[in-house]
């Protein structure tokens, strides 16, 4: 399983942990964790020529070090992290391998282009459930040189691309009070309208990133409890 944190989209570099550095989800698998961090040089990250699977790469290669099997992994991301892991998904497709045999994204960010217009992020967005339009415009300020000309590129927007026919089955997790609840819904919708098997699941009463306060509310733990269910039935034999 990869895993891509993120919760902070402007980065200076994604790296790879060790192997020693894994970590056990549950009683499920090992996993490889993508920690992406905000240094305060980090003045811009989006570069599609940078943007690569070479992480998916990677971790097939070391499956068999890690106990695991190269032909079945998951791609796991919250937030910032849901948006690489939806992007890394299409790259896999259209590079046909490696293979992805699960998505799991968590209350994505699916739509970072300038046009991006959802009645959750105006409804939410004020600054009331955690997350506000004014957070989202500093991280695009961060992320982007030029959003009105990158932001629309498919490997920064996924929801944009105009085909996602034959992705990864998928669960798509979002929160009621959440800025970005409409585009992971949306999103969810095109996946199931391509043919993509799709488990979509709204926690209402919650905020954006409530499974980092897994048991404050209840719903982190049993967002977590569902991920992880969902992670053994798809990767288990």
């Known amino acids: 399983m990869v895993w891509l944190d993120g919760r902070l989209l402007p980065l200076e570099e994604a790296r790879i942990s060790p192997l020693d550095r894994g970590f056990l989800f549950g ?10 961090d905000l240094t305060a040089g980090a003045r811009y990250a ?3 020529k940078e943007i690569d ?18 032909a079945r992994l998951a791609v796991t991301g919250n937030s910032g992290g849901g948006n690489f892991s939806a992007v890394l998904c ?19 960010v ?25 957070d989202m415009d500093w991280i695009m300020g961060m992320y982007f040189t030029d959003q009105a000309r990158e932001g629309s590129n498919l490997l920064a927007s996924p929801i944009l691309a105009p085909d996602l026919a034959g992705l990864p089955t998928a669960l798509i997790i979002t929160a009621g009070f959440d800025p970005l609840v409409d585009e992971g819904r949306r ?9 993509v098997p799709v488990e979509y699941r709204r926690f209402h009463s919650t905020i954006h990133g409530f499974m980092s306060f897994a048991g404050v509310p209840d719903a982190g733990r049993e967002g977590l409890e569902l991920v992880a269910a969902r992670l053994r039935s798809h990767l288990q034999r």
Request: glycine residues 10%; aromatic residues 10%.
């Open 110 to 134: 699916v739509d970072l282009s300038v046009v991006a217009d959802y009645p959750s992020r105006k409804a939410c967005g004020t600054g009331e459930y955690f997350l506000s339009q004014a």
């Open 187 to 195: 999103y969810g919708q095109r996946l199931t309208a391509a043919g």
């Open 53 to 70: 699977s070479v992480v998916l790469e990677r971790a097939a290669g070391q499956a068999v070090a890690l106990g695991g099997d190269p």
């Open 27 to 36: 009683d499920l698998t090992w996993a490889i964790n993508e920690r992406l």
């Open 90 to 108: 299409q790259l896999a497709r259209v590079r046909k391998g490696p293979n992805i045999a699960f998505q799991v994204l968590a209350y994505p």
């Open 46 to 48: 989006f570069d599609e």
